[in-house]
């Protein structure tokens, strides 16, 4: 499984597009490239997903370069609600297992 | 509501004691994983079942084991509970693998004193 290096925290304004960049750079043909939200107590929740170029969804980019050793999480006009510890995973179909890193953790301020 | 139900929310034991976390995972998945997330080590894998097989195997201790019913629902058990056992114990479910990502319970809080 590749490892993936993100920074460990970020800080934001509200109202401002956060771009949290992560690392992989042993990423594997057959892999793809998830991120997850965690807020305190809670359970990660699945964001977005993508294996290269661009993809978009209700609540975020993900912007990933052709040779896909590494990818940005791009979250548009962040409130306070999106403060959360925010997981980049790299991982293929038939591994069975996602290995989390320490996350980063992002904190949007008034 | 993720679809993956997770019972007891909370739990309260004493050390050298044994407890039984419980996960139901979303309708039509058949993978189940466990982490532990401790303050100070993150989300740890422990184990997967698919389908009621063992899949993948973790940093899982030999006091705790699981096991995967023909229903689907899995239990993680913990037995010789030490003060740092205590952590919050997720579970998570996929259909098809990792290629669509995971939904996660909201967790069993398991308090050791």
């Known amino acids: 499984l590749a490892k993936t290096t993100q920074p460990i925290s970020m800080d934001s304004y509200e109202g401002q597009e956060v771009n949290i960049t992560c690392s992989h750079n042993n990423i594997a043909t057959n892999d793809y490239i998830t991120w997850y939200q965690q807020f305190p107590s809670q359970g990660p929740r699945f964001i977005i997903q993508g294996y290269k170029t661009k993809v978009t969804n209700e609540v975020a980019s993900l912007f990933i370069p052709a040779d896909r050793k590494s990818s940005t999480l791009s979250l548009p006009r962040v409130s306070l609600s999106d403060t959360a510890v925010y997981y980049c995973?790299?991982?293929?179909?038939?591994?069975?297992?996602?290995?989390f890193g320490q996350g980063t953790t992002l904190q949007v301020k008034p | 509501d993720s679809g993956v139900t997770q019972t007891p929310k909370h739990l309260i034991t004493a050390t050298g004691q044994r407890v039984t976390l419980r996960c139901s995972p979303r309708?039509?998945?058949?993978?189940v994983y466990w982490y532990q997330q401790s303050l100070d080590q993150g989300l740890q894998f422990l184990i997967q079942?698919?389908?009621?097989?063992?899949?993948a195997k973790g940093n899982i201790l030999e006091r705790f084991s699981a096991q995967q019913f023909p229903d689907l629902h899995s239990e993680l058990n913990l037995s010789s509970l030490e003060l740092g056992d205590s952590a919050l114990y997720f579970c998570?479910?996929?259909?098809?693998?990792?290629?669509?990502?995971?939904?996660f319970g909201s967790g069993t809080r398991l308090t050791v004193v």
């Open positions: 309708s039509g998945d058949l993978s």
């Open positions: 079942y698919y389908n009621g097989e063992e899949r």
């Open positions: 998570a479910s996929t259909g098809q693998g990792t290629r669509y990502g995971y939904t």
């Open positions: 995973l790299v991982g293929g179909s038939n591994t069975g297992k996602l290995i």
